[in-house]
C-alpha cells in the first residue's frame, strides 16, 4: 500500500503546472474559450512537445507507458488551469478504448497522430434518449458487404466541433436498450453522410449533434468483437471519470485557496469576513468534501485496472462523491464570494460552471447511487 | 501508488485473524458494550497485554508492539471486523502516551505496567460543567500545601468512572494570566477520602457517564505530571491523540454489513427491504462517505508512516467518522420499523425477560439515541471545524 507518488509522476506534474501557469492564465484561456474555434491548435501541439498526448501509449507506439495515475496527475493539473483543448475524448476515451482494444492495424493506423498532435477525437456515446445509459443505442450498424452502414443521431459529443475523427456507439444487433449487440466504430468526420450541429457549452467547451445518414464504413473501422462494444464502452466511460474526478479536484482546490484568500481579504463591518465563525465553518466543510474527493480520485484511479466488477463500484462511488462535492464547493465559493462571484470577469464561477457539466458528465450522481447499489 | 498489501503483509493479517478466532473470550462474541461488567471490559486486554499486543501504538520501548503503520492498520479491520471489545482508551489510548511523553521516570514506571497489564483501570477528568468545549475555562482547583495539593471542585462527563481506580485530571492551580496558563495535569487515587462518583443516565437509559465531586482531596505532589501550571500542553497533546483513533472506519464497515442483513430481513410490502431503491441508495450513500473516509485515513497514515505525525487534518476524521456512525445508528434503526419503539432498558430488566420483536431489532434505538453523544465528545464537532479554520485554513 503506498499513496506516494514517483520521481517521474512528480516531475510530470511539475511540468504540466508550470506549462499551465506560463501559458494559461484566466486572460488566455477566456481568449482562447471566445475565439472561433473556442481551443487553441497552437497549445495543442505543444502539449504533443511536451509529450502530453504520448502519455498513456505503450512504449512501442511512440508512447511514454503511463497509467491511470499518470492521466489523473495530468488532468488535476489542466483542471486547475480550466483548461479546454480536449485532453479528455481524444486520449483518455477514444485514445484508450484504440489503446486497450484496437489491433495491430488500427493502432498503427491511429494513434501516431493522436500522439502526435494531428487528429482530434471524439466519442460519440450518447443520444437523445439515451440519458446515462451507455446501451441505449438506437443508431444502427448494419451488415453491407465487408463493411457496415451507419444511421442514427449522436447527442451533446464533446469536443466533436474540432474532432477529425469519431468514435461512434451503433447497434449491430438487439433492442434499443439490450446490452449485447454494440458496435465501437471508427468514422472519418468527414465521411460522406456525416453531418453536425455546433455549439457552445455552459463550461466554455464545444459540442455537438452528430447525424449519421448511411454512413459506409469498412469491417476495420469496428473495434473489438461486433456485439461487444459495450463492455468496451463502460470501461473507457469509467476511466473518463477517473480523469474527471481528477480534473474535479484541480478545480475544487482553486476554488477553496480562492475562497479561503477572498475572505481574509475582503472586510464587511470592520473586520474581515473570515473571522465570522458561520463562514469559516463553510470553508472547513468545502475543504473536508475536497479532500474526501482527492480520497475517492485516488481509489478509482488506483482500481481502474482491476477487475471489471471492482472497477464499476470504484468509478460509480467516486462520481457520486465528486458530484457531489463539486456541487457542494462550487456553490459556496461563488456564495461566499458574494456579488464578485457572479460576474463572468472572475474565474470562479467558470470552475463552478465546469464542476456542474462534470457531475452530469458520465451520469450524475443519482445514476452512479443505482449503479453503486446494484453492483 | 498501489492498494495492494505486500505478501508480508497478507502473513501478519492471517496471523492476527488466527489469534483473534482463537483466542477471544467465547461469551463476548458479539456482546452489546452496554452490558458489560468491570470484568467483561478488561477480559480481552488482558489476554492482549500477555501476547504483547495490548498497546500497538506506543513506541516499541514502552511496551508497544514495533509494527508498521500498515500492520497497526490490518490490525484494527482485523479486530474490528471479528466485533472485539477494544481496550479501554484512557490508559492506552490517553495517558500512556501523556506520561511516556510528559512523565518522569519514576511516574512511567509506576503507571504504564499497569496501564499495559489491565490491572489499574483511569478514567478522564477533563471536563466540567463550566468548561466541555471551552476547556480552559476549568475551575477545579488544587492548592499545594506541603507535599499535598488539596483539590476542591467537579468533574462532569467522567466515562465509566464508577469503574475506575485512578483519574486523570485537570486542575487549575493558577488563576493568574491566560485561562491556558495555570491548569497542571494530576493524577489521582479514586479510593482518596472525599471523592465522590454520581452515575449520570443518559437518553439511552444508559450509565456510562458520572459526575465526580472532589471535597479536600489530598493528591500527593509527586502525582503532577509536566510542571505545575503547564498541563494545558498536556491537555491539548492528548486531545490531538484522541482524534486519530476516532475515525472507526473498520468498525462502522462491520455496522453496515449488519445494516445490510437487516434490510434484507426486513420487509416492504413483502420484499426486502433492502431491494427498496430508496433505502438501498441511502446505505449506497453511506458507503461511498465511508470508502472517502477510510482512503483519508489511510492517506493520513501514510503520511504518519513517513514521520509527519497526525496534524490538524486528523479533525476531518473525527468529524466525518462520527457523522458517519450517527447515519449508520440512524439508518440501521429507520431500518427495523415498529420495532425501533419498545424500550426496555437493561437496568430496567428483571430475571423474566421476554425479548420483543426480531433478535435485530434489539437495542437499535438504544445504539442511536447514544450515539449521539460522538460528535459532542472528543472535542465537539464545532469545536473541530475551528480547529481546521485555524490551523489548516489560516482563517
Given at each position: ?18 506549462f ?11 481568449k482562447i474559450?471566445?475565439?472561433d474555434?473556442?481551443m ?20 512501442e ?7 491511470p ?22 486520449v483518455?476515451l ?11 492495424a488500427?493502432k ?19 443520444e ?8 441505449d ?13 451507419l ?26 436498450r ?57 470501461e ?20 477553496n485557496?480562492?475562497t ?8 464587511q ?9 458561520v ?6 466543510d ?5 479532500e ?8 478509482v ?5 482491476d ?9 460509480a ?7 457531489k462535492s ?33 457531475d452530469?458528465?458520465f451520469g ?7 449503479r453503486f447499489?446494484?453492483? | ?14 496471523e492476527?485473524?488466527s ?19 468491570k470484568?467483561?471490559f ?5 489476554i492482549?497485554?500477555?501476547k ?15 509494527w508498521?503503520?500498515?500492520?497497526k ?9 471479528f ?5 479501554l ?11 511516556y511523553?510528559?512523565?518522569?521516570q ?8 499497569g ?29 499545594l ?7 476542591n ?22 488563576s ?10 494530576l ?32 493528591v ?5 505530571v ?25 468498525r ?18 413483502g ?22 473516509l ?79 453523544k ?22
Open positions: 500500500m503506498d499513496f506516494s507518488f514517483t520521481e517521474e509522476q512528480t516531475l510530470l506534474r511539475n511540468m504540466v503546472q508550470s499551465v501557469q506560463d501559458n494559461y492564465d484566466f486572460d488566455s484561456r477566456m474559450v471566445r475565439s474555434e473556442g487553441s491548435r497552437e497549445i495543442w501541439g505543444q502539449f504533443a512537445e511536451l509529450g502530453l498526448l504520448a502519455a498513456p501509449f505503450s512504449e507506439m511512440g508512447g511514454l507507458d503511463g497509467g495515475i499518470e492521466t489523473m496527475v495530468i488532468m488535476e493539473e489542466l483542471g486547475r488551469g480550466l483548461v479546454v483543448e480536449p485532453y479528455l475524448p481524444t483518455v477514444c485514445g484508450g478504448i484504440l489503446n486497450r482494444h484496437g489491433s495491430d488500427q498503427e493506423a491511429h494513434l501516431a497522430g493522436i500522439i502526435g498532435g494531428e487528429d482530434i477525437w471524439a466519442l460519440a456515446y450518447s437523445p434518449q439515451s440519458r446515462f445509459n451507455p446501451a443505442v438506437l443508431t444502427s450498424a448494419k451488415a453491407d458487404g465487408d463493411g457496415y452502414v444511421n442514427g443521431t449522436k447527442a451533446v459529443v464533446a469536443a466533436a466541433p474540432w474532432a477529425n475523427k469519431l468514435i461512434v456507439s451503433a447497434r449491430i444487433s438487439g433492442d434499443q439490450d446490452s449485447d449487440g454494440l458496435g465501437l466504430f471508427i468514422v472519418e468526420k468527414s465521411a460522406d453522410g456525416v453531418s453536425t450541429q455546433d455549439y457552445p457549452t455552459v463550461d466554455g467547451n464545444r459540442a455537438s449533434e452528430v447525424t449519421l445518414e448511411n454512413v459506409a464504413v469498412g469491417a476495420d473501422a469496428l473495434v473489438g468483437a461486433a456485439g461487444n462494444g459495450l463492455a468496451l464502452l463502460e473507457a466511460l469509467d476511466y473518463g471519470i477517473g480523469a474527471v474526478c481528477a480534473e474535479a479536484i484541480g478545480h475544487m482546490k482553486c476554488l485557496d480562492a479561503v484568500e477572498y475572505c481574509k481579504t475582503r472586510k463591518f470592520g473586520v474581515p469576513i473570515g473571522s465570522f465563525q463562514l469559516q465553518h463553510r470553508m472547513v468545502m475543504f473536508m468534501e475536497y474526501q474527493s482527492v480520497s475517492m480520485t485516488y481509489m484511479n488506483m482500481k481502474l485496472s477487475g471489471e466488477a471492482e472497477r464499476k463500484k470504484a468509478a462511488g467516486a462520481k457520486v462523491q465528486i458530484g463539486g456541487r457542494f464547493v462550487g456553490q459556496e465559493a461563488v456564495q461566499l464570494h458574494g456579488g464578485m462571484g457572479m460576474t463572468e470577469e472572475l474565474n470562479v464561477g467558470h470552475y463552478f460552471k465546469r464542476l456542474t457539466v462534470i452530469t458528465q450524475n450522481v443519482d445514476h452512479h447511487l443505482k447499489a446494484a453492483a | 501508488m498501489d492498494i495492494e498489501f505486500a505478501p508480508q503483509d497478507e502473513d501478519f493479517r492471517a492476527v485473524r489469534f483473534i478466532e482463537e483466542n477471544y473470550p467465547k461469551h463476548l462474541v458479539g456482546a452489546d458494550r452496554g452490558d458489560l461488567s470484568e467483561d478488561l477480559a480481552w486486554h488482558k492482549l497485554a500477555k504483547g499486543w495490548v498497546a500497538p501504538s506506543w513506541p516499541e520501548e514502552f511496551g508497544g508492539t514495533g508498521t503503520v500498515t500492520q492498520y490490518i490490525w484494527n479491520e482485523e479486530s474490528a471486523s466485533g472485539t471489545i477494544p481496550p482508551p484512557f490508559g492506552i489510548g490517553m495517558l500512556g502516551p501523556v506520561i511523553t510528559f512523565g518522569n519514576e511516574q512511567q514506571d509506576w503507571v504504564l505496567p496501564i499495559l497489564s489491565g490491572e489499574t483501570w483511569w478514567c478522564q477528568g477533563y471536563s466540567e460543567p463550566g468548561a466541555g468545549s471551552d476547556l480552559a475555562g476549568l475551575k477545579t482547583k488544587a492548592e500545601d506541603g507535599d499535598e495539593y488539596v483539590v471542585g467537579h468533574k462532569i462527563w467522567t466515562t465509566l468512572a464508577q469503574h475506575a481506580d485512578w483519574m486523570f485530571c485537570l486542575v487549575r492551580t493558577s493568574e494570566g491566560k485561562p491556558q496558563e495555570g491548569i497542571s495535569f493524577l489521582i487515587d479514586m479510593n482518596t477520602p472525599g471523592i465522590e462518583v454520581k452515575p449520570i443516565i443518559t437518553i439511552d437509559g444508559g450509565h456510562e457517564v458520572n459526575e465526580v465531586f472532589l471535597t479536600d482531596v489530598r500527593p505532589a509527586k502525582n503532577l509536566g510542571e505545575q501550571d503547564k498541563g494545558w500542553t498536556i491537555a491539548k497533546f492528548l486531545l490531538g491523540n484522541e482524534r486519530s483513533g476516532i475515525a472507526g472506519v473498520a462502522s464497515k462491520k455496522a453496515i454489513d449488519r445494516l445490510r442483513d437487516i434490510a434484507r430481513a426486513e420487509l416492504e410490502d420484499k426486502p427491504l433492502l431491494d427498496c431503491g430508496a433505502f438501498s441508495r441511502k446505505i449506497a450513500e453511506l458507503e461511498i462517505d465511508l470508502t472517502a477510510e482512503y483519508t485515513e489511510l492517506r493520513t497514515l501514510a503520511s504518519e508512516s513517513k514521520g509527519q505525525g497526525p496534524g490538524p487534518e486528523s479533525s476531518i476524521l473525527k468529524i466525518k467518522g462520527t457523522e458517519i456512525q450517527q447515519r449508520i445508528t440512524e439508518l440501521t434503526m429507520e431500518a427495523v420499523g415498529n420495532y425501533a419503539s419498545p424500550w426496555v432498558p437493561q437496568l430496567d430488566r428483571g430475571d423474566n425477560y421476554l425479548a420483543i420483536g426480531p433478535e435485530h431489532a434489539e437495542g437499535v434505538s438504544q445504539t442511536y439515541f447514544n450515539n449521539r460522538t460528535s459532542i465528545y472528543g472535542g465537539s464537532n464545532e469545536i473541530q471545524r475551528n480547529i481546521i479554520a485555524k490551523m489548516v485554513l489560516g482563517l
